[in-house]
């Protein structure tokens, strides 16, 4: 459960958020943003002084993953909502404002586009701080670049989800005054992703490995596989296979042998997992995860009403190959009524949380949600090199035919068509679908063959009116003026 650690709302880049967000910590232990200790009485003028000052500091930081990759947050929407893999119908709250992601007819007064440029400025706020605070804090200096690197590691991941969502976006360094926000312009993408690029740099080279980090932590291999994705997405192949291959040859990670293993609530932070986000559940006042009750069909179930959010499409479903047992793993076909009836609907799989108890309506889910994982980096790196020995190794998992051989698949018959696809369905409704077509330049011609109303420019969200509306000097992107 959140608490406030300070007692003022914070100003800082009210231009930007017009309302700005509250700093705000967990509670537990000092190994993991689950778990941290509450403290009463503080604020910014004395709290960060000593280590524990700032481990707390720093895991209220990490708790803002749970905003930003929640199952109705910024990268579900834009991931998933926005590709092929799912579709929404009746789902609660503003209907129109959600349909307009699936049907690309996002405007400038989208509540739910202005609400994920709040998420994001919010969270930085929270990096920002901790950052800026360390500079003047008399500590360890290996302890400074330790938490610096964590949140230089989550500024990197959430500008980076930024630039490819609005493009040109204010890159704000510094936690700063309401008056210094009307000040900020939007940034040019290549600037943001040089910010992006020295960030993780720093992460990447601060950063302890995944044998020697508290599990949901940033690590190493964390910092070098977003890294690679990064650079991919910018054209870099080069740099992206030196750091990739970093992650392969530093023996941290390796797949699971069952991919439905990697589901199961008994088995969180596999060997598999490169960067995931921690969840108890089970009770109403730890941090419960809502991917199963949001993406169960909106239907009342047993205690609850599903969210309807990524319901899964045919075109999806069938992208599978026969025999292939991670459509199994992903898909759930459908739910028994209260009549005993069984309804057939296809929907997320991955994060089943059906025993998990209910409270209140809410489903207080205990499954993790996996960031990044060691199959993402066999993928990118096969993207990386043009190399299919790594989209083998993926494939060889689920027992496959190898792409190269007689038995594999004839459709997919390029090294790029055949990552397309092995991407698709090894990470299906994992939240990259969209960012992949996106980076590989394939988001027009796919979706658009799927009735899409896919453009170029609607490849960008509108800065939301509220912004253009407090900032003068933050200007439209083309086409939604």
């Given at each position: 459960?959140?608490?406030?650690?300070?007692?003022?709302?914070?100003?800082?880049?009210?231009?930007?958020?017009?309302?700005?967000g509250?700093?705000?910590?967990?509670?537990?232990?000092?190994?993991?943003?689950?778990?941290?200790?509450?403290?009463?009485?503080?604020?910014?003028?004395?709290?960060?002084?000593?280590?524990?000052?700032?481990?707390?500091?720093?895991?209220?930081?990490?708790?803002?993953?749970?905003?930003?990759?929640?199952?109705?947050?910024?990268?579900?929407?834009a991931?998933?909502?926005?590709?092929?893999?799912?579709?929404?119908n009746?789902?609660?709250?503003?209907?129109?404002?959600?349909?307009?992601?699936?049907?690309?007819?996002?405007?400038?007064?989208?509540?739910?586009?202005?609400?994920f440029?709040?998420?994001?400025?919010?969270?930085?706020?929270?990096?920002?701080?901790?950052?800026?605070?360390?500079?003047g804090?008399?500590?360890?200096?290996?302890?400074?670049?330790?938490?610096?690197?964590?949140m230089?590691?989550?500024?990197?991941?959430?500008?980076?989800?930024?630039?490819?969502?609005?493009?040109?976006?204010?890159?704000?360094?510094?936690?700063?005054?309401?008056a210094?926000?009307?000040?900020?312009?939007?940034?040019?993408?290549?600037?943001?992703?040089?910010?992006?690029?020295?960030?993780?740099?720093?992460?990447?080279?601060?950063?302890?490995?995944?044998?020697?980090?508290?599990?949901?932590?940033?690590?190493?291999?964390?910092?070098?596989?977003?890294?690679?994705?990064?650079?991919?997405?910018?054209?870099?192949?080069?740099?992206?296979?030196?750091?990739?291959?970093?992650?392969?040859?530093?023996?941290?990670?390796?797949?699971?042998?069952?991919?439905?293993?990697?589901?199961?609530?008994?088995?969180?932070?596999?060997?598999?997992?490169?960067?995931?986000?921690?969840?108890?559940?089970?009770?109403?006042?730890?941090?419960?995860?809502?991917?199963?009750?949001?993406?169960?069909?909106?239907?009342?179930?047993?205690?609850?009403?599903?969210?309807?959010?990524?319901?899964?499409?045919?075109?999806?479903?069938?992208?599978?190959?026969?025999?292939?047992?991670?459509?199994?793993?992903?898909?759930?076909?459908?739910?028994?009524?209260?009549?005993?009836?069984?309804?057939?609907?296809?929907?997320?799989?991955?994060?089943?949380?059906?025993?998990?108890?209910?409270?209140?309506?809410?489903?207080?889910?205990?499954?993790?949600?996996?960031?990044?994982?060691?199959?993402?980096?066999?993928?990118?790196?096969?993207?990386?090199?043009?190399?299919?020995?790594?989209?083998?190794?993926?494939r060889?998992?689920?027992?496959?035919?190898?792409?190269?051989?007689?038995?594999?698949?004839?459709?997919?018959?390029?090294?790029?068509?055949?990552?397309?696809?092995?991407?698709?369905?090894?990470?299906?409704?994992?939240?990259?679908?969209?960012?992949?077509?996106?980076?590989?330049?394939?988001?027009?011609?796919?979706?658009?063959?799927?009735?899409?109303?896919?453009?170029?420019q609607?490849l960008?969200?509108?800065?939301p009116?509220?912004?253009?509306?407090?900032?003068?000097?933050?200007t439209?992107?083309?086409?939604?003026?």
């Amino acid at each position: 459960m959140k608490k406030t650690i300070n007692n003022r709302v914070v100003n800082g880049l009210k231009a930007i958020l017009v309302t700005a967000g509250m700093l705000t910590l967990t509670t537990g232990c000092k190994s993991s943003f689950l778990d941290l200790a509450p403290i009463s009485n503080a604020n910014s003028e004395n709290f960060y002084r000593t280590t524990a000052d700032f481990d707390l500091a720093a895991n209220a930081a990490m708790a803002t993953l749970y905003s930003v990759y929640g199952p109705e947050g910024p990268v579900s929407y834009a991931g998933e909502i926005q590709s092929d893999n799912v579709t929404l119908n009746a789902v609660a709250g503003i209907q129109a404002d959600k349909w307009a992601y699936r049907d690309y007819s996002i405007n400038s007064s989208n509540t739910i586009n202005y609400t994920f440029w709040q998420t994001y400025y919010s969270a930085l706020y929270n990096v920002n701080i901790v950052i800026q605070k360390l500079e003047g804090a008399t500590l360890d200096e290996d302890y400074k670049k330790s938490i610096r690197a964590q949140m230089q590691f989550l500024r990197g991941l959430y500008y980076f989800n930024m630039v490819q969502t609005w493009g040109d976006i204010p890159l704000v360094l510094t936690p700063i005054t309401a008056a210094e926000s009307y000040t900020y312009a939007r940034t040019a993408q290549a600037d943001v992703y040089k910010q992006i690029l020295t960030d993780l740099q720093y992460a990447a080279d601060n950063l302890p490995l995944a044998s020697a980090t508290a599990k949901g932590k940033p690590t190493q291999g964390a910092a070098k596989t977003l890294l690679g994705k990064v650079y991919l997405a910018q054209g870099d192949k080069t740099n992206a296979a030196r750091v990739l291959k970093e992650v392969v040859d530093s023996k941290q990670y390796s797949l699971v042998s069952s991919y439905a293993s990697l589901w199961s609530n008994a088995n969180k932070n596999t060997s598999e997992s490169i960067f995931e986000i921690q969840f108890l559940g089970g009770s109403p006042t730890t941090p419960f995860s809502e991917y199963y009750q949001t993406f169960f069909p909106a239907v009342s179930y047993t205690g609850y009403i599903g969210g309807g959010i990524n319901q899964v499409t045919n075109d999806l479903w069938n992208e599978f190959e026969s025999g292939d047992p991670r459509r199994t793993a992903s898909i759930d076909t459908g739910y028994v009524d209260a009549k005993g009836v069984f309804q057939a609907v296809r929907f997320p799989k991955k994060w089943n949380d059906k025993t998990t108890p209910v409270t209140t309506g809410k489903v207080l889910g205990i499954s993790n949600f996996v960031v990044l994982r060691y199959a993402d980096a066999l993928l990118l790196l096969t993207e990386a090199t043009d190399d299919p020995t790594y989209l083998n190794q993926v494939r060889a998992r689920v027992g496959l035919p190898a792409y190269g051989t007689a038995n594999y698949p004839a459709r997919y018959n390029s090294v790029p068509l055949a990552l397309e696809h092995e991407r698709r369905v090894e990470l299906a409704l994992e939240f990259h679908r969209w960012f992949d077509l996106k980076r590989t330049s394939r988001a027009i011609p796919v979706l658009t063959a799927k009735g899409k109303a896919a453009t170029q420019q609607r490849l960008i969200a509108p800065i939301p009116l509220t912004v253009l509306q407090q900032n003068s000097v933050i200007t439209q992107n083309p086409g939604y003026n």
